[in-house]
């Protein structure tokens, strides 16, 4: 069964800092792709960044790079050069291309970024 | 350009009643999606809708219906409300080419007590 695990309920970073937040996933299915949400505390789902298990290389946005490996099945999020306003739930998710459109996310990780 | 919309923001029902969480969204986008999140989970897909005129479930469809009216509109009802929906519900939307990049509404909390 598809399936994605956070394994970081929490995480905390002093600002200007990089930090990691880890996600593995597994499925059977060769094409699917992964992406990361962030939703502040006004509830709103943002999306970051995806990247396809086809990909070649590791999706980039601004301040936000997925680390990818994909014999590991680890889609870790990195946000480079912290800011207050990163604190927030971040999600990661799987969508499995083919078949129905089943989207699994993981439980999240809430990130504070302190001063 | 409002994006996606839901309505309502908050609801509480009781326990058997019934009502009807309105989405829509301007973006022309083909797909369309109902999420439910619970306090500690992540999203849980309850139904999409690939296109106009079709309906698929989710992982969690028991208990709900879904009516995809036209391409902007796609509502999710509840015929007989029970505690185990009380939850927030995130209405998305995405187009065919960036199907993973989904753009979701504010969300509608609901409470049944």
């Known amino acids: 069964a598809q399936k994605i695990t956070q394994t970081q309920p929490g995480m905390f970073v002093q600002e200007k800092e990089a930090v990691t937040l880890d996600c593995t996933y597994d499925t059977s299915d060769p094409s699917y792709g992964l992406f990361w949400y962030k939703q502040p505390s006004s509830g709103e789902m943002i999306f970051l960044i995806y990247q396809g298990s086809y990909d070649q290389q590791n999706a980039t946005e601004g301040r936000y790079s997925l680390n990818f490996q994909k014999a590991r099945k680890s889609a870790n999020l990195v946000i480079s050069a912290s800011q207050l306003g990163d604190s927030a739930m971040y999600f990661c998710a799987m969508r499995i291309k083919g078949g129905s459109e089943k989207l699994v996310f993981g439980k999240g990780t809430k990130l504070t970024v302190n001063p | 350009n409002a994006g996606v919309t839901q309505t309502p923001k908050f609801q509480v029902l009781k326990t058997g009643q019934s009502m009807t969480l309105q989405c829509a969204q301007d973006?022309?986008?083909?797909?369309m999606y109902w999420y439910r999140q619970d306090p500690g989970m992540g999203l849980r897909l309850i139904y999409y809708s690939a296109s106009e005129g079709t309906t698929d479930k989710g992982e969690v469809p028991n208990g709900y219906n879904v009516s995809r009216l036209n391409k902007r509109e796609f509502s999710l009802r509840l015929e007989s409300a029970a505690p185990s929906q009380t939850s927030v519900y995130f209405c998305a939307s995405s187009d065919w080419v960036r199907v993973y990049e989904q753009y979701f509404g504010p969300g509608t909390r609901l409470t049944v007590t």
């Open positions: 973006m022309n986008h083909n797909s």
